[in-house]
C-alpha cells in the first residue's frame, strides 16, 4: 500500500525557513525519483523540485531555485525539502511524490495515482 506522509509545514514572515519531510512506505523508495509539488488556491499543482534515485541529480522550478534544497535519505525512505528565504508567493500546500525515473520526464501532476494529504506552507507578514 503506497503511502506518502508529508509534515513540517506551517506558518512563517516572508525570509523565514522551514524544513518539510515526507515518509514514504509501500513501495521500493531508493528505485524511485522523488518530488515535491505545491498548489495554492485557485492554481494548478506545480513541480517545485525534483531528486534522482542516487541524489545525482536536483532540478528546481525557477521560482524556487537558489532558495530550497530537496534531499532524500534512501536508508529512512524519507524525502525533505528545506524552504529558505520564504516569500508569500511560496504559500501553497505542499505534496511529494514518487515516479520510475524512465517515466517522471513525461508525467504531469495529473498522471500521479496517489497523493498524501499535503503540508500547508503559509507566508505572511
Known amino acids: 500500500q503506497v503511502q506518502f506522509v508529508e509534515s513540517g509545514g506551517g506558518s512563517v514572515q516572508p525570509g523565514g525557513s522551514l524544513r518539510l519531510s515526507c515518509a514514504a512506505s509501500g513501495f521500493t523508495f531508493s528505485s524511485y525519483f522523488m518530488s515535491w509539488h505545491r498548489q495554492a488556491p485557485g492554481k494548478e499543482r506545480e513541480l517545485v523540485a525534483a531528486i534522482t534515485v542516487g541524489s545525482t541529480l536536483r532540478k528546481y522550478a525557477d521560482s524556487v531555485k537558489g532558495r530550497f534544497t530537496i534531499s532524500r535519505d534512501n536508508a529512512k525512505n524519507t524525502l525533505y525539502l528545506q524552504m529558505n528565504s520564504l516569500k508569500p508567493d511560496d504559500t501553497a500546500v505542499y505534496y511529494c511524490?514518487?515516479?520510475?525515473?524512465?517515466?517522471?520526464?513525461?508525467?504531469?501532476?495529473?498522471?500521479?495515482?496517489?497523493w498524501g494529504q499535503g503540508t500547508q506552507v503559509t507566508v505572511s507578514s
Open positions: 511524490n514518487a515516479a520510475p525515473g524512465s517515466y517522471f520526464f513525461k508525467m504531469t501532476p495529473n498522471d500521479y495515482d496517489y
